[in-house]
């Protein structure tokens, strides 16, 4: 079956410094959602990347989709401590399949 | 905003139990999603429907069952709960798929966290 591998699992970081979680699929992807889930809360969408090679940006947060459809990453710029919290993206295989695969995240940690 | 309201934010039942958790959204959302979150294995899902009465199986469906006779409404059933079944459970609407603005978007609910003992 469809599998979306997410690397690192846990990334430390000093605050001020970069972060970037990437994410890898077995199958060419219709699209990929990245979410957020902040510590004791529920996983909460960022961003949805449809087109080949697309590249979107939120403020300090760079999105992109690789050419083949296969990866993503999700890079943060000068990480803040509200930016801790588990990253997940999530796969899904076209736009009738219905569900959706996530990755098993990465956790990031910011110590000021 | 859309909401997806949870019935219970923390359980603690006995094994062999029947444990019913209930997920209700307020968006007139056509899918709906039932997810397990474990430390290390990420989000895995256990069902979903596409509409109501419709129901098909995740990633995890053994142990579980649900009900979706509402629209609104999505309830996961563990009809004799086990201790490997304690984990946190997610809900998630999403409107129907396609091309429009929003669509394919997963909104949680906060979680049910079922402690089997």
Same mark, same amino acid.
């Given at each position: 079956?469809?599998?979306?591998?997410?690397?690192? =699992?846990?990334?430390h970081v000093q +605050?001020? +410094? @970069?972060?970037?979680?990437?994410? %890898? &699929? &077995? !199958? !060419?992807?219709?699209?990929?959602?990245?979410?957020k =889930? #902040?510590? $004791? $809360?529920?996983?909460?969408?960022l961003i949805q990347l449809v087109k080949s090679g697309e590249v979107k *940006? =939120? *403020?300090r947060l760079t999105f992109q989709f690789g050419e083949a459809k296969k990866n993503s990453s999700l890079h943060i710029t000068a990480t803040q401590t509200t930016d801790v919290g588990t990253y997940f993206c999530a796969g899904l295989l076209n736009t009738n399949a219905g569900k &959706? !695969?996530?990755g098993d995240g990465t956790t990031?940690?910011?110590k000021p | 905003d859309v909401k997806v309201t949870q019935s219970s934010r923390y359980l603690v039942k006995r094994t062999g139990e029947k444990v019913f958790l209930e997920c209700v959204q307020d968006m007139d959302h +056509? %899918?709906?999603?039932?997810? #397990?979150? @474990?430390p290390g294995l990420g989000l895995r899902l256990i069902y979903f429907s596409y509409d109501v009465k419709m129901k098909e199986k995740g990633d995890i469906p053994e142990g579980y069952s649900v009900s979706r006779e509402k629209k609104e409404r999505f309830s996961l059933i563990l009809e004799s709960a086990s !201790? %490997? =079944?304690t984990s946190m459970y997610l809900c998630a609407s999403r409107r129907l798929q396609g091309a429009s603005l929003g669509a394919n978007v997963l909104t949680f609910g906060a979680g049910s966290r079922l402690t089997v003992l």
């Open positions: 079956g469809q599998q979306v591998m997410q690397i690192p =699992q846990y990334q +605050e001020g +410094e @970069d972060f970037t979680t990437y994410c %890898n &699929s &077995s !199958t !060419t992807l219709s699209n990929i959602q990245w979410y =889930q #902040r510590p $004791g $809360g529920h996983p909460v969408f *940006k =939120q *403020k &959706s !695969t996530f990031l940690t910011v | +056509e %899918n709906m999603f039932w997810y #397990r979150q @474990d !201790t %490997n =079944q």
